[in-house]
């Protein structure tokens, strides 16, 4: 409308004259002009860039540095008005505060279309926020990282009993102690990127009943996996907001030919007596974050019994050997990527295989993020101090290309797409001055940890 015009012309010279002093005005400009086009009528918006300077800087930054953040702005530019907000580069609440904030949400809304639109708008503001922090550097990678699983777990604290509850009119109440949800991966230790998946367990414990009380009874194993697949169908589904999460579900008992959910007797007995030592290596960072805190207690007993099972030294290190070899076969030309931080020799799963090898020969519970599972080793003597300390630098940084890059794009990282105003804040955050020392870094840092890798895995000390 022409009050939006007339706002915008007056804005426009200054708009320009921040671009231009970017990075990259180029890829600035470009990311403007699709950052303009995805907007509704915007006299809203240009009368908060009026009033509120700063924001203009933010934009800026965003549009010079991290184009899926700017690409989200764009549809939906209210998120301006939480920017302003006095609690927006705050510490990020913890799981109870979300979690109550994200039930009032649902709960308000008048049908469960509405309720799935609102999760979605409500998970992708908040991974906004943590986004933008971490642009700032308001908040570091590592703890864009928990915030990231923080906010996950606020969203399945409220969906599972929600699930529930449609469930029970039909199909009557949950039986016996009901399901958890067991967060695997990055879900699990804390580690999760804006575009992780949510790898997840769901366990259940039914008491000894053999049907729901519904008016259309179910069998247990029957009313439990039902439970799970409306439970991923509601972080999946794409509505109008596009999807909640990505589910993954291939790390449960028996993989994709198992149940969609598993007893808690057949879980314990199965993690004791017949899991592959890959699923006690991806064990090693499970963690119950939704459901019966007694179940989840039991949950967890289980898990500690398995991982804390004697094991051959010589028969893990092998069986981890020969899963390194079989994913190098795999993932032959991510391997040779300079780019490349999480697929390949010395790169983060590479890492990850070793740490977790070590856990499953000295299990402790609390230790589930790479970070954590490296001091206890380093603490044990299992990893000298030399190797601690290569290893701590490679999670450290590593992990920190990973976080940031994600910011820009999903999918292998390209240096010409991703624009100067990445590379800088890339080159900034691993302490490095300009791109030539980043490959450096990155070269030296994947060479260094991934003889450290082959070391342990044969057994060299």
């Given at each position: 409308n022409q009050r939006a015009q007339a706002i915008f012309k007056r804005l426009?010279?200054?708009?320009l004259r921040r671009m231009a002093s970017a990075a990259d005005a180029d890829a600035a400009l470009l990311q403007f002009d699709a950052f303009l086009t995805g907007l509704p009528a915007g006299v809203q918006l240009f009368s908060l860039f009026e009033s509120n300077p700063q924001l203009l800087d933010l934009l800026v930054d965003i549009c010079a540095t991290a184009p899926s953040l700017a690409q989200y702005l764009g549809r939906n530019a209210q998120v301006f008005d939480a920017v302003i907000g006095s609690d927006f580069f705050g510490a990020m609440p913890g799981v109870s505060a979300l979690r109550q904030d994200f039930a009032a949400l649902i709960s308000s809304q008048p049908d469960y279309e509405k309720q799935l639109d609102a999760g979605r708008i409500w998970v992708k503001e908040q991974q906004f926020r943590v986004g933008v922090q971490m642009l700032r550097g308001v908040v570091t990678p590592a703890i864009a990282a928990r915030n990231y699983a923080t906010i996950a777990e606020a969203c399945m604290q409220v969906l599972l009993p929600m699930i529930s509850g449609n469930m029970a009119p039909k199909h009557g109440v949950v039986p016996g102690r009901g399901a958890v949800v067991l967060a695997m991966g990055k879900f699990g230790s804390g580690e999760m990127t804006v575009t992780s998946d949510l790898d997840l367990i769901v366990v259940y414990d039914a008491g000894g009943v053999e049907k729901s009380?519904?008016?259309r009874p179910l069998y247990v194993a029957q009313y439990f996996a039902r439970l799970t697949q409306a439970l991923v169908s509601a972080l999946t589904v794409q509505t109008a907001h596009g999807a909640m999460y990505k589910v993954d579900m291939r790390l449960r008992p028996s993989g994709q030919k198992g149940p969609a959910a598993v007893a808690l007797s057949g879980f314990?007995?199965?993690q004791l007596n017949d899991a592959w030592t890959w699923?006690?290596?991806a064990l090693c960072r499970a963690r119950v974050v939704a459901g019966d805190a007694g179940l989840a207690g039991a949950v967890q007993g289980a898990i500690v019994r398995a991982l804390s099972a004697?094991?051959?030294?010589?028969?893990?290190?092998a069986d981890?050997?020969?899963m390194r070899e079989r994913l190098a076969q795999v993932n032959f030309a991510e391997e040779s990527a300079v780019w490349e931080t999480?697929?390949?020799r010395g790169r983060l799963l590479d890492i990850e295989m070793v740490l977790q090898a070590g856990m499953t020969l000295h299990f402790r519970a609390e230790c589930r993020s790479s970070p954590a599972m490296l001091e206890h080793l380093a603490d044990l003597g299992w990893l000298n101090q030399v190797q601690a300390g290569?290893?701590?630098?490679?999670?450290q940084k590593l992990s920190a290309f990973q976080q940031i890059a994600r910011l820009g794009y999903d999918g292998t990282f390209d240096p010409e797409k991703a624009g100067r105003g990445m590379m800088n804040l890339l080159a900034k955050v691993l302490n490095v001055a300009s791109e030539g020392e980043l490959v450096a870094e990155l070269t030296s840092i994947k060479s260094l940890a991934g003889d450290i890798v082959t070391r342990k895995l044969q057994g060299a000390g």
């Open positions: 426009l010279p200054e708009i009380d519904g008016a314990a007995a199965y699923e006690h290596l004697r094991r051959d030294e010589a028969t893990v290190l981890v050997r020969d999480k697929l390949g290569i290893l701590r630098n490679a999670v």
